[in-house]
């Protein structure tokens, strides 16, 4: 019996759920059944670069991204994924151009102006940097990520009340957020102490569920 679209879709689908659960290894097989089948499918190329980076195979993730890229080079989504596996490279100028290729096609995008003001900020330029996260936060004023992220930028530019609101705001956002997803018992933040001078995850695929590959 010959693959179907279906079949394709099937094992994309089931490799999201599994990286949602941790499980890259079995995902990135699952992304590669896939492509076995539709060997042009973009979304499956992107979505195993995540699961390499989860892995600690950057420069493999980076190498999916840009066959993702090569197949549809306006694929907002695979320049954020390539910005951030060039992050976890430490290759911060490439990151950069990265996220700003993403903002040119999606200029709302809150993770690409989040992860484009980490690079700046590893760039040493802060205040670029904050004006970054404060785009992010214009899009999506709950993004804790830029929250954290504009507490650190903010500190070090010696700005120490504004970081601890800023940090305040991230801590009662992602309490809520907690607080949301289980209404069984209290939650009590804990982020002041813990995430003062650490630097904040860069987001990488923003969308919870699978999205359905292209026919």
């Excluded at 879709?9 to 290894?25: E, K, N, T």
């Excluded at 709950?142 to 903010?154: D, K, P, Y």
């Excluded at 009662?172 to 289980?182: F, G, M």
């Amino acid at each position: 019996m010959r693959p179907t679209a279906s079949s394709v879709a099937a094992h994309y689908q089931l490799g999201r759920v599994l990286q949602a659960q941790g499980r890259h290894s079995d995902a990135l097989a699952s992304f590669d059944r896939a492509l076995t089948i539709k060997r042009d499918l973009v979304e499956a190329f992107d979505s195993r670069g995540l699961s390499l980076r989860a892995l600690g195979r950057h420069d493999e993730a980076l190498a999916s991204h840009d066959k993702a890229l090569s197949i549809r080079p306006t694929f907002a989504e695979a320049l954020l994924n390539r910005g951030t596996a060039l992050l976890g490279l430490k290759r911060y100028d490439e990151a950069l151009a990265s996220f700003d290729k993403a903002l040119a096609i999606n200029p709302g995008h809150a993770d690409a102006l989040n992860n484009r003001g980490i690079a700046l900020k590893e760039l040493r330029r802060l205040d670029e940097a904050l004006a970054s996260y404060d785009r992010a936060l214009v899009v999506a004023p709950g993004h804790a990520e830029a929250l954290v992220n504009r507490s650190n930028a903010l500190q070090l530019l010696g700005r120490d009340e504004e970081a601890l609101a800023s940090l305040d705001k991230a801590s009662k956002r992602r309490s809520l957020a907690t607080t949301q997803r289980s209404r069984s018992r209290p939650i009590i933040p804990t982020l002041m102490g813990a995430i003062w001078l650490r630097l904040a995850e860069p987001v990488q695929h923003p969308r919870p569920l699978p999205p359905r590959p292209r026919p």
